[in-house]
């Protein structure tokens, strides 16, 4: 057993431990944010420096090493060093409990980078549990009443998706007899139509994981959850956990449903119409929202539509074609880093405001520039104009879906994108047109300045040279295609 191959999840796991114990010895707790984004680093490094493993398994091939895996353990690591340094103030909110905080963000990220390197079922089911759990606790972190009902209502519903997808895999074991993808794909590329055990276990599959992705119908728990959770935790969870959901979505779907024509088709166009529904009900919805966190929330449902576009287009085209895949890790990345960045400038406004409202926002560019500018930026991206890395991801996902007979799939989004200009501008309007209620200014600490300043630069990076991180999702995505 090679252990180089999971020392990424290996150094998480050991330095979330210590950061518990060095929380009971140290006064400064500055120490512990230091410490949990070096332990980020040192994950990210290893993840690189398993490029020459690639090709490589572990624990009875359970665990793959391929560069899916690898782009993943450099994008989860650095969302969560994100989240790090923008809890530097929020943290107060817990002060006895820093060390608890630090560690969980730790163990989740190590639970999303096992997550995309996984080719096995109950290794995908056990990476969820981490993340999920991990997030319950988060959630109720604050130990107030919006707080508490938040992680209650995640812990239920949460342990519902979670039994409908290990019911999913259990349908999926009883008619393969294994739990590899591989040899499920090799199982079902052997049968000439499909079965009804076969049809309900993806079924559960997709109700399982459309909760963790916050597909429509399996949304309802995300406005209540992102809003009562403490404000860095909402932005981990929209980022984080939605985005290991996509990876481990695609993986799943195409390496053991990928094969058979009569299959991958179905599961494409099942995509199709829930990523419709999907990106249509998050818009709707999002337009009479006063509160902030909850217009994100109902955003990031949209956004999950915009990328189901993508897994659709998995679905329909064929095995050589890499489009569809490409489109969507750099649609997630992009997704990552400008919705971070939006969460980054609400947690430093909404701490000094101790308030989630649209209208105290009013002139927050008289208040705090940087902020106000950084938070307008993003929400840009967020609409999908240029220069920013959300035009370019919608180009590029909107154009595989029109290469491969998805058009009124495209009109939908487009007209999607057009009504969710309305809320986003309306933050922007409030920040840059609104009269202040006060003229005291909004100070932020150099961490979430430093957070802000490298999500803005991400995103204007990739909306103005997206060639890099083209390659690298090629390149992600070719094992899937065997290329």
Not at 454 to 469: E, F, K, R, T, Y
Request: net charge neutral.
């Amino acid at each position: 057993m090679n252990w180089f191959l999971v020392s990424p999840e290996l150094s998480l796991a050991g330095l979330a431990v210590a950061l518990v114990l060095l929380d009971l010895v140290v006064a400064k707790k500055g120490v512990l944010a230091a410490l949990s984004v070096l332990a980020l680093l040192l994950a990210m490094g290893l993840g690189l420096s398993l490029w020459g493993e690639v090709g490589s398994t572990a624990f009875n091939r359970m665990l793959v090493v391929d560069e899916f895996a690898i782009f993943f353990k450099v994008f989860f690591p650095a969302m969560a060093i994100l989240v790090v340094l923008s809890s530097v103030d929020y943290v107060a909110r817990f002060q006895r409990s820093q060390g608890e905080y630090y560690a969980l963000v730790l163990i989740a990220t190590l639970g999303m980078m096992l997550m995309a390197a996984t080719g096995e079922l109950i290794t995908i089911y056990i990476s969820l549990e981490v993340v999920s759990i991990s997030f319950y606790i988060l959630a109720g972190f604050l130990k107030e009443t919006k707080s508490s009902e938040a992680g209650l209502k995640y812990l239920l519903l949460g342990a519902v998706a979670s039994a409908v997808l290990l019911y999913g895999m259990a349908l999926l074991y009883g008619l393969t007899g294994t739990t590899h993808l591989g040899e499920i794909a090799a199982v079902i590329g052997t049968t000439s139509g499909p079965s009804p055990a076969l049809i309900m276990g993806l079924v559960f599959l997709v109700a399982g994981f459309g909760f963790k992705m916050a597909l429509v119908p399996f949304h309802m728990w995300v406005p209540d959850v992102y809003e009562g959770a403490p404000t860095p935790v909402t932005a981990y969870l929209a980022v984080g956990s939605k985005v290991a959901a996509f990876a481990v979505i695609l993986r799943v779907f195409y390496v053991a449903f990928g094969a058979p024509d009569w299959l991958n088709l179905d599961w494409g166009l099942l995509f199709a119409v829930l990523s419709a529904l999907t990106m249509t009900v998050g818009n709707v919805m999002a337009l009479p929202q006063t509160n902030i966190k909850r217009l994100l929330a109902y955003s990031s449902i949209a956004h999950a539509g915009y990328i189901l576009m993508g897994l659709a287009v998995v679905g329909v085209a064929p095995s050589a074609d890499i489009l569809g895949r490409n489109s969507v890790l750099f649609y997630l990345a992009a997704y990552g880093l400008m919705t971070m960045g939006a969460f980054v400038a609400i947690i430093a406004i909404s701490h000094r405001l101790n308030s989630d409202m649209i209208d105290d926002y009013a002139g927050m560019a008289r208040r705090n520039p940087w902020l106000a500018l950084g938070l307008a930026f993003t929400l840009i991206s967020l609409i999908g104009l240029p220069p920013t890395a959300g035009f370019v991801a919608k180009i590029f996902i909107f154009n595989a879906a029109v290469q491969h007979e998805l058009l009124w799939l495209v009109v939908i989004a487009v007209l999607n994108t057009v009504v969710s200009a309305y809320y986003y501008l309306r933050v922007v309007k409030a920040m840059y047109l609104g009269a202040p209620p006060s003229t005291e200014a909004i100070p932020a600490s150099p961490a979430v300045k430093a957070a802000l300043a490298l999500c803005c630069l991400g995103v204007l990076g990739l909306g103005i040279v997206p060639a890099a991180l083209l390659r690298w999702a090629e390149l992600a995505v070719r094992i899937f295609a065997g290329t």
